[in-house]
């Protein structure tokens, strides 16, 4: 069955950068468009980005435009989120998914940015 395991969430200061990795099993990841998804405190869950089917294409929601980047690595399975000039309007529970609204995706790792 599909397995998703985010890794790479901790505290940083504003303008900090994280870099959050998603290790994918159980399916053909290559041939996988593959999503990240956020959860903000008390609010639903918020698209962030897509990689196309083998990371032709990228995609992103307006508020990480020019400051966050999708990658993935098909040799590892692994999807990864390079986020730079970190907000504390970026705080949030962080998932990898396989739709782009989050319904099949992992436990999250949790990204928090204090001023």
């Known amino acids: 069955q599909v397995q998703l395991a985010e890794s790479g969430g901790g505290s940083v200061q504003a303008g900090g950068s994280v870099r959050l990795s998603c290790a994918a099993s159980?399916?053909?990841?290559?041939?996988?468009?593959m999503f990240w998804v956020r959860q903000a405190p008390g609010k639903g869950l918020e698209w962030v980005s897509t990689i196309s089917a083998a990371g032709r294409f990228t995609e992103y929601a307006d508020p990480v435009k020019g400051r966050f980047i999708i990658s993935q690595d098909n040799a590892e399975n692994t999807l990864n989120l390079r986020m730079d000039s970190l907000t504390p309007e970026d705080t949030a529970l962080y998932y990898c998914a396989t739709d782009r609204r989050g319904t099949n995706r992992g436990q999250g790792t949790q990204v928090t940015v204090s001023t």
């Open positions: 159980g399916f053909t990841f290559s041939s996988t468009a």
